[in-house]
């Protein structure tokens, strides 16, 4: 089961059918909407300021997002994905957009609808990524203008994928081991 656990009398909020992977933790002032997924490893630490979280949104495995004490927040929209080991420090992130594996986005930066941030980038304080656009390098710089009916049908194909990613996970199952005409069940 997750932590999700109370800080400075904030408890984390979680939208229905939403799933959260064992391992996740999720602290203080956090607002998740429904149909997300948030994966193992992952940490939404909203002890010194708040975070929100839209519906479909997706954040992979081991990623990090916290704030700056009374300065900055971190607000996603809806159908955002978040890739593997991101972290998002204080930044917003609009609707549909995509932040690559491995990728920074830093304090008051904004990442525009329908945007990507390629894998790995850094996306420093205070940049203005544009909706439509892709961003990449460190730091990460405009690339190109996408086609804005590509870039959406990608990223929802993204976050539908995940939807149906965390459905799997929602029966527990317990592993059987075979052996020696014996089945073992596992618990």
Not at 5 to 17: A, C, E, Y
Not at 108 to 132: D, F, N, Q, R, Y
Not at 141 to 164: G, L, R, S, T, W
Request: proline share 3%; net charge negative; glycine share 12%.
């Amino acid at each position: 089961m997750a932590l999700i656990k109370s800080v400075r009398g904030f408890t984390p909020q979680i939208g229905k059918d939403t799933f959260l992977a064992d391992n996740a933790t999720i602290i203080g002032d956090v607002e998740i909407g429904e149909g997300c997924s948030i994966w193992f490893g992952t940490v939404l630490r909203g002890d010194v300021n708040s975070i929100r979280i839209g519906n479909g949104v997706n954040i992979q495995d081991g990623s990090v997002l916290h704030t700056l004490y009374e300065k900055s927040t971190i607000e996603i929209g809806d159908d955002v994905s978040v890739g593997h080991n991101v972290t998002i420090h204080g930044a917003k992130i609009c609707n549909g957009a995509l932040i690559g594996m491995g990728s920074v986005v830093l304090d008051h930066a904004v990442i525009g609808e329908g945007a990507i941030v390629a894998a790995g980038s850094v996306v420093l304080s205070k940049t203005i990524v544009e909706p439509g656009s892709i961003y990449a390098g460190v730091p990460a710089k405009f690339v190109k203008k996408v086609d804005p009916e590509q870039a959406k049908e990608i990223n929802q194909k993204i976050a539908k994928n995940y939807h149906m990613y965390s459905s799997w996970y929602k029966e527990e199952h317990r592993p059987t081991i075979t052996g020696q005409d014996k089945q073992y069940n596992c618990k």
